[in-house]
């Protein structure tokens, strides 16, 4: 621009004239409006301004805005005639509308302001649940659980699992840790500056001091305060969730202290304002351990014998327990001696500890001991009593008749062994004629534990089982008193039964007193009501059941299996039984289920093989029957018309995949015309089971004829199924290089 004064002067005035002449000037042709509409909140909405410089002079430019917009590039130079293009952004982090102003600042002093508007809304993105229980869990061990995040709208949705509930909170949290290293950083400035008066050549390491404190504040403020916990652990705890889809979250949960943890943890997620609570709620629990008795009575003990019990620890719990036993100080307390007193008790394991007594306090007495349990909030209380006071036999039955017990089902049958003198009797119980081998399985332990049978002649091991037992086999009877005797027997021999149930005493002998035993084992005799059943036809790989009734035909309870299927490389048919296993009752009957799933198509003959527990005949046999087939799919229409359509130009119809069975179809989509003038997608797939696809056909015609072509859709297993097409081409097949609508702009000629 230019600026001048012209002076005019007569003979009695003076005249000032302004001249001004103003140059070129650069017009960029920005909208007056730019509406975004309606967008996610807390996502990221662009939109493309292509702009030109309309005018005479290079645009030298720089341009702002308020948030939630913003502009990129917000500076540049454009040519007189070029264009360039500027993306605008609106992230929203509000529900609601907004409005700022895109003001456009030139060189030259100018600006130009462009009205920017956009309305935030939440998206239907949520949680399926808000609250979260996870199961007591065991210290040192941990525990998980998930949570599903839906998103059911048209967003890539990035979500961030925070530790506050909103941004203000965020950004408190992090001024509060500022703060806190501003003051310590003058403090330390303070010591520091102190230290350099005695020694000046400190002050060369004051930069390091100030930089370390910037440092830190910058990674404060860098730092996304995204939930990282020891407790509770999130994985993934960020990431992006696709369009009208859902994530799963794991929550793991790894209890420190035996203790109730809760805590609230918010899922940040674009299309959300507010960030999605979900509280979660967990206990720890420590070991486990109580004795197999709260009270040991042990009655009257004469002064200055020694006596010996045995306690069980047992650790019921999925973790190492160590404990520790504390006697009480009192002068009885202290005559109690326990072996071991510390150790390690592994999980689901026992640990027998010895107590011996030896006293010469008279009296009753009743002691409590603590066993400190590490990681337990209380310890495990022992309680101890009895009398303290200065020092024939005979079982209460003729004998022990257990009569017919059946195969691996124990039998318990109960008696005293009464102690008719005045001063304790230590014994042991035992059956001498008892197997020495293992001890004897019954039907359930057997098929719970995954043990192969081995009953049969062959399989049968040289050393028999030990098929009685006694609780207790051993003990103390005190004076005058009687003890509880528990034989049980478990008899895995198919036999008579005739032993003898002996007593020996300590420091009397061995086989003082011997009681009569006598049995019989009996294998039932178990029947198949169906020995043939007929599935019909089954899709492939397609699951179907059907009953089949076996029948007892004793008095005694029986135990049955179902053998698995003989492993094959490439199986038609796969059986199995949901109980493979279980107990018949006497004269009862039992429906096990048998499930079927072909695998190749055709007729099959199959057999399943059932087995008595502790039988040495044959397993049962049933025959099974069944036809396999494909998926049936359903094509339609039948026949694909596109009529008349312009040549050059794709037209598309839909050709619908119904499957009208449960199993899925495989299914391939091709033209018979290797160059065809149609193109099928998906060319290949999978059809749901119940459910339809849709093939889009797609025409693009060259020449004004009538076309016709096949497509040919293959199904895995099933049939080939042949739909003709056929369009004609209409319009005109030459075509410019420039197009002719709506104008054509020769430009400026001289």
């Not at 500076?75 to 993306?87: A, R």
């Not at 999130?234 to 790894?254: C, M």
């Not at 066993?371 to 495990?380: D, F, L, Q, R, T």
Request: hydrophobic share 35%; with cysteine.
């Amino acid at each position: 621009d230019y600026t001048h004064m012209l002076t005019c002067v007569t003979e009695r005035e003076k005249f000032l004239i302004p001249i001004k002449a103003r140059g070129a000037r650069a017009i960029l042709d920005f909208p007056d409006k730019l509406n975004f509409s309606t967008c996610p909140v807390k996502y990221s909405t662009q939109k493309i301004l292509l702009v030109r410089n309309i005018g005479k002079k290079d645009a030298v430019f720089h341009i702002k805005t308020d948030r939630p917009f913003s502009v990129e590039p917000n500076v540049g130079t454009l040519n007189v005639g070029e264009s360039m293009q500027l993306e605008v952004e609106f992230e929203p982090q509000s529900v609601g509308n907004h409005r700022a102003r895109l003001i456009v600042c030139y060189d030259t002093g100018e600006k130009v302001f462009v009205s920017l508007y956009g309305a935030a809304i939440d998206m239907n993105i949520r949680l399926d649940k808000n609250s979260l229980i996870i199961e007591k869990t065991y210290i040192t061990l941990a525990n998980q659980r998930t949570v599903t995040i839906y998103n059911r709208s048209n967003i890539i949705a990035r979500f961030q699992w925070k530790i506050y509930a909103t941004q203000d909170e965020e950004d408190r949290e992090k001024l509060r840790v500022c703060d806190d290293l501003m003051k310590e950083e003058k403090d330390e400035m303070d010591e520091f500056l102190e230290e350099c008066v005695t020694d000046p050549v400190l002050r060369d390491h004051l930069s390091i001091l100030s930089r370390t404190f910037q440092n830190q504040r910058s990674l404060v403020q860098q730092d996304r305060l995204l939930f990282l916990n020891n407790i509770f652990t999130f994985d993934p705890v960020e990431g992006e969730l696709w369009p009208n889809s859902s994530a799963e979250i794991t929550v793991y949960f790894k209890p420190l202290e035996a203790k109730l943890y809760q805590q609230t943890i918010y899922c940040d997620i674009s299309g959300r304002e507010i960030r999605l609570p979900l509280r979660i709620k967990g206990e720890g629990m420590g070991p486990k351990v109580h004795f197999n008795f709260e009270l040991l009575d042990i009655g009257k003990v004469f002064m200055g014998s020694a006596h010996c019990y045995e306690a069980i620890l047992h650790n019921k719990g999925h973790i190492d327990a160590l404990f520790n036993v504390t006697p009480p100080t009192s002068p009885l307390g202290a005559c109690f001696v326990f072996n071991p007193k510390e150790g390690i008790i592994e999980p689901s394991g026992v640990q027998a500890i010895q107590i011996s007594f030896s006293s010469s306090i008279l009296g009753h007495f009743e002691e409590e001991f603590l066993v400190s349990v590490n990681g337990a909030p209380e310890p495990v209380k022992l309680t101890i009593r009895g009398c303290v006071i200065g020092p024939t036999f005979h079982f209460n039955v003729p004998a022990l008749h257990f009569g017919n017990v059946s195969f691996g089902f124990p039998r318990t049958l109960i008696c005293s062994l009464n102690n008719t003198s005045l001063v304790p009797m230590t014994f042991k119980l035992r059956i001498p004629g008892d197997g020495v081998g293992g001890e004897s399985i019954s039907g359930s332990e057997h098929y719970s534990d995954n043990k192969k049978p081995t009953w049969t002649k062959e399989e049968i091991p040289a050393v028999r089982p030990k098929e009685f037992t006694i609780n207790p086999d051993c003990g103390t009877i005190r004076s005058q008193g009687f003890a509880a005797i528990k034989v049980t027997l478990c008899s895995n021999t198919e036999q008579k039964y005739q032993q003898a149930l002996v007593v020996d005493v300590e420091g009397v002998g061995e086989e003082v007193l011997a009681l009569l035993i006598t049995a019989r084992c009996i294998v039932p005799t178990l029947r198949l009501v169906n020995t043939e059943v007929d599935f019909g036809r089954c899709f492939l790989k397609y699951p179907y059941e059907k009953t089949i009734q076996l029948v007892n035909q004793d008095d005694l309870p029986g135990c049955y299996e179902v053998l698995p299927q003989v492993p094959e490389d490439a199986p038609a048919v796969l059986l199995s039984s949901p109980r493979p296993f279980g107990i018949i009752p006497p004269k009862g009957t039992v429906d096990i289920m048998l499930s079927l799933e072909t695998q190749v198509t055709g007729e099959h003959s199959s057999t399943v093989h059932f087995l008595t527990f502790g039988s040495q005949k044959p397993p049962l046999v049933c025959h099974l029957r069944s036809i396999g087939e494909g998926p049936v799919i359903y094509i339609y229409p039948t026949k694909v018309n596109f009529g008349n359509i312009y040549v050059l130009k794709d037209s598309s119809l839909s050709l619908n995949l119904s499957n009208q069975s449960f199993i899925p179809a495989l299914f391939r989509a091709r033209m018979a015309h290797k160059k065809s003038l149609w193109t099928v997608e998906p060319h290949e797939g999978t059809v749901p089971p119940e459910t339809e696809v849709q093939l889009a056909l797609t025409a693009n015609l060259n020449d004004i004829v009538t076309f016709k072509d096949t497509v040919i859709v293959d199904i895995e297993n099933s049939n080939t199924y042949q739909i003709p097409v056929q369009a004609t081409g209409i319009g005109s097949t030459i075509v410019s290089d420039k197009p002719f609508a709506p104008e054509l702009n020769l430009g400026p000629h001289f």
